[in-house]
Structure formats: C-alpha cells, structure tokens
C-alpha cells in the first residue's frame, strides 16, 4: 500500500478537509449531517476514511446517493466514491476485498464493476463503494457529492448536475407495452391460474409506475428504495388508491379494471405532452379481441 507521507496545505471545508497535496495531515471528520445515519455508519465511515486516507492510490474520497443529494435518512445506505490514480486503479480495484476487509467484516459483498462493490456488515449497515480513475471524473454520472477529501482539487472537474427530461421513446415504449400485455390475460382464465392474474395485475402496476416516473422528469437519480421519491404527490396518490389482487376471480378482475381504468385516464395526456402519438390500431386491435373474449378493459375516449 501507497502510504501519505510527504507535507501538505489543508484547508478545512465544514467537517471536511481539502488536501491540496499529499501530506501528513490527519483524516478528515464526519461530515455535517452525518448524524442523521443510525450509530454503526459513524464507526464504518471513520474506519473507511482512516484505510482510503492512508492510501495514496486514492486521490479523493466523496459520500453520493441521497447523502450527496441532501436528502439522506437512517434508512439510507453509505454510498462512497473514490477516485484512484490511474496508472494504479487496476491494481487498486484488483484487491477490493483486501481493502474493504480493512475496513469492516463483512456477511456479504458483490463486486458491480472493477473497484465497484455493495456489501453488509455483520451489523447490517450497507455500504456501497464505486471507484473510478481520475481521468474519468469529468464524465461521471454522480455529480450530487459531499467531498470527504481531495488531494488534487479533483472536485472541481465532476460535472454540474444535468438531469435528463422525460424520454418520449420510454414513454411510448411503455404505452404500448401496456396495451399489448393487456391481449394475454386470456392465458388467465382459460388456464384458472389466478395467481397469474395476480402478476398480471401486477405488471399494469408497474408500468403505470415507469409511465408516471418518467413524466416526472426532470429529477436527480435515484436507487430502487427511493419508490415514491420518484413520483409526484399526485401520481403516488393515485397509485396507493390502486386495489391490491388476491388470488381469485373476483379480485383480480376488479384490480385488473381499475389499473387499465387509470391507464386510459392519464396515458393519453402524457403521450400528447410529450409528442408520443397514441397508438390507436393497436388499442384498438387488443380492445376487440378482449370483447370478443368477455375480457372488456376501459379504452380511451
């Protein structure tokens, strides 16, 4: 391991220090806020800092996830990013077990990428770790950060956040996935499964779910535990109304026309918003085959 050893300047930035060159000085604090994190996370980011610090491969060290977005709570995990050298970062992220194990014990830990990892203590404080070479940070997508440390004022060359608007291709895409699902529930009833009904139900869900978050971008990236983060109050409202399947005929079929119901009532205004052209063949062609069947969903005015 690369040990810090030679002089520095520090400036103090919060609870944080900038170093402007490798140096003797100490590891930096907790940051302000931190304290919003349950006790284990305190002992585990001290640790981290004291083992990523010391080594010089790491030129800087950053907290991101809904910390770096201001927006952090005790259920939230420690996300870390750190930029390595970049003649050392194979190196660096080659032996990621070696240094995670100097930090904590671990029950649990699954590399993402090289140097890129999630991991559980044995006190089931979640740590997530992403490395990247520091030729790398003008382009990187996490741009919502909390500097720990920084040995080459690498900080200043992370992008400015630039969150995408909604993508009427996703839109569009999800409109008639909607639809074209819709033309299987036969399998359904023809088979009795109503468990399937269930997942079928389900899946509505969900892409009502994908419709509603993507219309509500612009938004910063978040992971899967921020759920309804992603929604506005109106579309989450309108969601939690939804009624919850049960594995028998009468639930389903009820759930399953309430969910369509809120399709056809929102689907069509978001399409126009956005340019997407409703796909009324298709609508059409998946509508008449239900009715065929006794299967009739609600359709677009």
Not at 128 to 151: G, P
């Amino acid at each position: 391991m690369n040990l810090v050893t030679n002089s520095t300047l520090a400036v103090t930035i919060g609870a944080s220090i900038l170093i402007m060159t490798d140096g003797v000085s100490g590891p930096p604090g907790r940051p302000d806020g931190f304290d919003v994190y349950p006790d284990g996370y305190g002992q585990l980011f001290d640790k981290a800092v004291e083992v990523l610090f010391r080594d010089a491969r790491v030129r800087g060290m950053w907290l991101h996830g809904a910390f770096g977005r201001g927006a952090a709570d005790s259920a939230s995990d420690l996300d870390i990013s750190i930029a390595i050298a970049d003649p050392e970062f194979d190196e660096f992220a080659a032996g990621w077990r070696d240094w995670l194990a100097e930090i904590t014990p671990t029950v649990n830990a699954d590399p993402i990428a090289p140097g890129c990892f999630f991991a559980m203590t044995p006190g089931c404080e979640r740590v997530d770790v992403i490395s990247e070479r520091v030729s790398d940070l003008t382009t990187t997508h996490l741009t919502r950060r909390v500097l720990i440390f920084d040995r080459d004022r690498l900080d200043a060359t992370i992008p400015a956040p630039d969150d995408p608007p909604p993508n009427p291709e996703t839109i569009a895409y999800v409109i008639k996935e909607t639809l074209r699902t819709a033309a299987n529930f036969d399998t359904v009833v023809v088979r009795d499964d109503w468990l399937l009904g269930v997942v079928s139900v389900q899946t509505v869900h969900s892409l009502l779910y994908q419709l509603f978050t993507e219309a509500n971008k612009p938004q910063p990236p978040t992971g899967p535990k921020q759920w309804s983060f992603k929604l506005s109050p109106r579309h989450r409202r309108l969601l939690e109304a939804l009624p919850v399947p049960q594995a028998e005929r009468e639930s389903v079929m009820a759930a399953r026309q309430a969910a369509y119901g809120l399709f056809v009532a929102e689907a069509p205004a978001i399409a126009d918003a956005y340019g997407v052209q409703w796909p009324a063949d298709l609508e059409r062609t998946v509508g008449n085959h239900l009715d065929r069947n006794g299967l009739g969903i609600p359709h677009s005015a």
